[in-house]
């Protein structure tokens, strides 16, 4: 059986694949249904890493050794569960289950998006998905898009963009050297990714300038002024300001409105980082959190946080659609037909990425299955419970809150009776509910203080979870 030729004809038998197929999805049907707390009682199942690291070792060779189906239990039970409901950390969202086998289907069809003629369906349902979120967002028919593989590749797509728009000469061909040195003014709040893209970008980290935020984490018309005028003290042009809907660490949302005046009084491109937050755009409830959102000249929008989508799939959209293909103005005359600059349907034009996955198609077909209510009606829940939460926390008397949610993430601190070091305390809190795994939160640093940090971003947490997590977190305190 160890010859290459029967081991090809195994590899691709269709009823070997059947078989082993059904094995798979019966063991991921049972780890769905046992991850709950009352069956599954961590969450996190934390190993040192040089112990994880060492226990894969010498597990394959030059010959077979061991079927998935054997190892996926293996793997399973050592991964972090995000779908158990008391996974409550990062941004990273529970698979939709029906979005995963959209997921293995397209690594089975494995129709690449660079081009049209690669991944066709793909690239057609990609289109219909970024024309959809445009007018979701209130821009007009002129807006256009992309899907690209991540938030921060996203936000330098965007970025890249609008430096395209402002530059004097063609910067892409002359590099950064023939312009005259240029600023990015960005919440001091941005994701780090915003900072980076701009070092990527070749502008140099001093070229982001930070606009200072309120006590509720929004940019101020004095930090925008200052900004302004602190861009200028560097001897750099502003080109662009970046808001948030919503920041990484507190979920705030910036009042686009009034960034819309700015930047427009300042002649500056407006883009709005709604990686997390633009999925309010859904909710019926919150979407008048992102009021003003027409009015930017972009935004980026992961439907791998708020949208239940296994990773990666960000959409980057422009008010202008024609700046869709400005980002990435290069020739690469092998996969493109002559003076296709315009042709929507090769996207390698316009991303980073050549080779994609399907990563519309997942999103396509959820919204088939479930419609866009059902995904309105989940943020609508997850930023209802953040508030629930909250609340919860206030009036617990122990707790104290960052500040009021406003999509679903929570920041708070415990503050145990008698205790001199808080941030001290968090840190050791979070570090003791890691290595005991029956919660996963993370913690963040606001205002030079350490506060632990939920997202709850999983359909399956319920407020009863968090009051149990509340119990746990005094229950951690009590021994130390
Ligand atoms: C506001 C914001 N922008 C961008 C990103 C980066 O997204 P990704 O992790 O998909 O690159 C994040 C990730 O947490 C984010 O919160």
Redesign the pocket.
């Known amino acids: 059986m160890d010859r290459y030729e029967d081991l090809l004809r195994k590899a691709f038998d269709p009823e070997e694949f059947r078989r082993e197929g059904k094995k798979i999805v019966d063991l991921l049907a049972d780890f769905l249904a046992s991850s709950r707390p009352g069956v599954r009682p961590r969450a996190y199942p934390w190993e040192d890493p040089e112990s994880m690291l060492a226990s894969w070792a010498g597990r394959f060779g030059s010959k077979p050794s061991a079927p998935f189906a054997d190892l996926l239990p293996e793997i399973l039970r050592r991964s972090n569960d995000l779908l158990h409901p008391r996974f409550v950390g990062?941004?990273c969202t529970t698979s939709l289950p029906l979005a995963a086998l959209g997921g293995f289907a397209g690594q089975f069809l494995n129709n690449g998006s660079a081009v049209y003629e690669m991944g066709p369906v793909n690239v057609a349902m990609e289109r219909q998905l970024i024309r959809w979120m445009a007018g979701l967002a209130g821009y007009g028919p002129e807006a256009d898009g992309i899907f690209t593989?991540?938030?921060?590749?996203?936000?330098l797509t965007a970025l890249l963009a609008a430096r395209q728009a402002a530059a004097e000469g063609d910067i892409w061909r002359g590099g950064v050297a023939a312009e005259p040195p240029l600023a990015v003014l960005a919440s001091a709040q941005?994701?780090y990714?915003?900072r980076r893209s701009v070092a990527v970008m070749g502008l140099g980290e001093d070229a982001v300038v930070p606009v200072e935020v309120d006590g509720s984490f929004r940019m101020t018309v004095e930090g925008f002024r200052a900004a302004l005028a602190e861009a200028g003290r560097r001897g750099r042009r502003p080109i662009v300001l970046v808001a948030?809907a919503?920041?990484?660490a507190t979920g705030s949302y910036d009042d686009l409105e009034r960034a819309a005046d700015w930047a427009a009084t300042a002649g500056l491109w407006l883009h709005v980082?709604?990686?997390?937050?633009a999925g309010a755009l859904l909710s019926p409830k919150y979407r008048q959190l992102l009021r003003g959102l027409e009015r930017a000249d972009s935004f980026?929008w992961?439907a791998?946080?708020n949208m239940l989508m296994p990773?990666?799939m960000?959409a980057v959209v422009f008010r202008d659609g024609g700046h869709s293909y400005e980002a990435f103005s290069q020739k690469a005359s092998y996969l493109f037909e002559k003076s296709a600059a315009e042709e929507w349907y090769n996207y390698a034009h316009r991303t980073m990425e050549c080779t994609k996955t399907m990563m519309g198609m997942r999103l396509f077909i959820s919204l088939a299955a479930y419609g866009t209510d059902f995904f309105g009606g989940y943020v609508t829940a997850a930023w209802d419970l953040a508030r629930e939460f909250a609340h919860r926390l206030q009036a617990a008397g122990d707790f104290e809150v960052a500040v009021e949610p406003e999509s679903n993430i929570v920041c708070f601190r415990y503050m145990k009776a008698g205790e001199t070091d808080f941030d001290g305390l968090q840190r050791r809190i979070r570090r003791t509910l890691l290595e005991q795994g029956r919660f996963y939160v993370v913690q963040t640093e606001l205002g030079g203080r350490t506060w632990l940090r939920c997202t709850l971003i999983n359909p399956r947490t319920t407020i009863a979870d968090l009051e149990e997590l509340m119990d746990e977190i005094r229950a951690v305190c009590s021994k130390t």
């Open positions: 990062h941004q593989s991540g938030g921060s590749s996203g936000n941005s994701h990714s915003v948030n919503c920041s990484t980082d709604g990686a997390h937050g980026i992961d791998h946080k990773a990666l960000t």
